[in-house]
T-cell receptor, first 118, second 114 residues
Framework: DTAVSQTPKYLVTQMGNDKSIKCEQNLGHDTMYWYKQDSKKFLKIMFSYNNKELIINETVPNRFSPKSPDKAHLNLHINSLELGDSAVYFC????????WGTGGSPLHFGNGTRLTVT | AQTVTQSQPEMSVQEAETVTLSCTYDTSENNYYLFWYKQPPSRQMILVIRQEAYKQQNATENRFSVNFQKAAKSFSLKISDSQLGDTAMYFCAFMTYNTDKLIFGTGTRLQVFP
């Protein structure tokens, strides 16, 4: 199936640990993203990569480090996890659409990873 | 800075009826894009409909249509013939031209009753 897939689906860990979330898309898209959805369901962008190059880096603690080994993968590594990091993390991808020009291309989201820090 | 506001935290509608979800946004840009995404209990984010700001014609996708009022910076979603499967969180989102940054509203939880 063509999709954006992220693993794991659920992640429970203790404060202070380091964890990674993996994301892969087989849609041939150029741009990949990480979004965070907090307990109030608010979604906010964290990072975006275009062809392995960091494009957007919102005000995110440097404990969060995205890594893009190739344009089909964008992993999120989190160091020294804190209680406030508990959230659902969504990976997404998009491609430049000739009809829409740069931007405006809809994002295709993965199913999210629910991270719980205890 | 661009902001997106959804003033209705929760809405409910009876099956087969019509419901309208409100969204307003604030921007100084002239070229941009607007989206509605649906998030059912499965947590997946699904694109419902999108609109280019330079187009006056309102977008439609089957039972979903928008009322885009650029001067008022309003982008409401109308769901006709509501179905039980429409039960979900609905997010309005904004993207400036020439960026890939999608800015979301706080969402409206829609419950469709039989």
């Amino acid at each position: 199936d063509t999709a954006v897939s992220q693993t794991p689906k659920y992640l429970v860990t203790q404060m202070g640990n380091d964890k990674s979330i993996k994301c892969e898309q087989n849609l041939g898209h150029d741009t990949m993203y990480w979004y965070k959805q907090d307990s109030k369901k608010f979604l906010k962008i964290m990072f975006s990569y275009n062809n392995k190059e960091l494009i957007i880096n919102e005000t995110v603690p440097n404990r969060f480090s995205p890594k893009s080994p190739d344009k089909a993968h964008l992993n999120l590594h989190i160091n020294s996890l804190e209680l406030g990091d508990s959230a659902v993390y969504f990976c997404a991808s998009s491609r430049e659409d000739e009809r829409w020009g740069t931007g405006g291309s809809p994002l295709h989201f993965g199913n999210g990873t629910r991270l719980t820090v205890t | 800075a661009q902001t997106v506001t959804q003033s209705q935290p929760e809405m409910s509608v009876q099956e087969a009826e019509t419901v309208t979800l409100s969204c307003t946004y604030d921007t100084s840009e002239n070229n941009y894009y607007l989206f509605w995404y649906k998030q059912p209990p499965s947590r997946q984010m699904i694109l419902v409909i999108r609109q280019e700001a330079y187009k006056q014609q309102n977008a439609t996708e089957n039972r979903f249509s928008v009322n885009f009022q650029k001067a008022a910076k309003s982008f409401s979603l109308k769901i006709s013939d509501s179905q039980l499967g429409d039960t979900a969180m609905y997010f309005c989102a904004f993207m400036t031209y020439n960026t890939d940054k999608l800015i979301f509203g706080t969402g409206t939880r829609l419950q469709v009753f039989p």
